[in-house]
């Protein structure tokens, strides 16, 4: 009864891992043109990392 309890939490553990949501930061400097605060869509290299991300579902 104790191994199946055991297993039972594991199985419960494991399952929770899976469900949680990934999250990814990337942080940078603002470096022009290529990634800046103040540019339109944060810079063209953040809007290409942005869409690959997206494309990738992640």
């Not at 949680?20 to 990392?49: C, M, Q, R």
């Amino acid at each position: 009864m104790k191994n199946v309890i055991i297993l039972f939490i594991l199985i419960i553990f494991t399952i929770s891992c899976f469900a949680e949501e990934n999250h990814l930061t990337i942080a940078t400097l603002d470096w022009s043109p290529y990634v800046g605060k103040e540019l339109e869509n944060y810079g063209f290299t953040a809007e290409i990392i942005r869409t690959i991300f997206t494309d990738a579902n992640l």
